[in-house]
T-cell receptor, first 114, second 111 residues
Framework: GAVVSQHPSRVICKSGTSVKIECRSLDFQATTMFWYRQFPKQSLMLMATSNEGSKATYEQGVEKDKFLINHASLTLSTLTVTSAHPEDSSFYIC??????????FGPGTRLTVT | LAKTTQPISMDSYEGQEVNITCSHNNIATNDYITWYQQFPSQGPRFIIQGYKTKVTNEVASLFIPADRKSSTLSLPRVSLSDTAVYYCLVGTSNSGYALNFGKGTSLLVTP
């Protein structure tokens, strides 16, 4: 299956700053990538669908101006958390679709906002 | 997307077979059933996928009855390293569909 990487694996930032998380599809051209957020002891929550060359589609309740998504190439999507606050601390995971409807997930990025 | 229902948690001893059942009463004709495994602080990992009857790979088996309203993930002879959360998802066959994760089943394997 597809190999997906994320960078960084963990990041700590101060409240009010912005953080960029990269998601790369290493061996698969991904026209669509997905971004999820997972709080401790909870399930994954879909935040947005990232489409190569066009605007992302955000799920209800997710602020598009706060969580900026850029999908400039078939192998890279980025999620920027702008003006981060402690409540944005979470585990962020990206994924891409495989040939048979399955999803391949990145290893995740642990964001801690102090 | 079809809603799924799974047991919140299960316990097993090493070497036993574990069967996790998922209910998906509103599954649509084009939907596939896919199971994922997630370890703490890692992204989910694809385990197995099926449409009907039985599917088997090197890791698990997936049993799907004729009405497709449920499915059972079978893990043969579990080990301690199988302790994880297992998610059952149901989705369409179009590339790019979004996944609706339920609460999953937390499996604890003990010696």
């Amino acid at each position: 299956g597809a190999v997906v990487s994320q960078h960084p694996s963990r990041v700590i930032c101060k409240s009010g700053t912005s953080v960029k998380i990269e998601c790369r599809s290493l061996d698969f051209q991904a026209t669509t990538m997905f971004w999820y957020r997972q709080f401790p002891k909870q399930s994954l929550m879909l935040m947005a669908t990232s489409n190569e060359g066009s605007k992302a589609t955000y799920e209800q309740g997710v602020e598009k101006d706060k969580f900026l998504i850029n999908h400039a190439s078939l192998t890279l999507s980025t999620l920027t958390v702008t003006s981060a606050h402690p409540e944005d601390s979470s585990f962020y995971i990206c994924s891409t679709s495989g040939d048979l409807n399955e999803q391949y997930f990145g290893p995740g990025t642990r964001l801690t906002v102090t | 997307l079809a809603k799924t229902t799974q047991p919140i948690s299960m316990d097993s001893y090493e070497g036993q077979e574990v069967n996790i059942t998922c209910s998906h009463n509103n599954i649509a004709t084009n939907d596939y059933i896919t199971w994922y495994q997630q370890f703490p602080s890692q992204g989910p990992r694809f385990i197995i996928q099926g449409y009907k009857t039985k599917v088997t790979n090197e890791v698990a088996s997936l049993f799907i009855p004729a009405d497709r309203k449920s499915s059972t993930l079978s893990l043969p002879r579990v080990s301690l390293s199988d302790t994880a959360v297992y998610y059952c998802l149901v989705g369409t066959s179009n590339s790019g569909y979004a996944l609706n994760f339920g609460k999953g089943t937390s499996l604890l394997v003990t010696p």
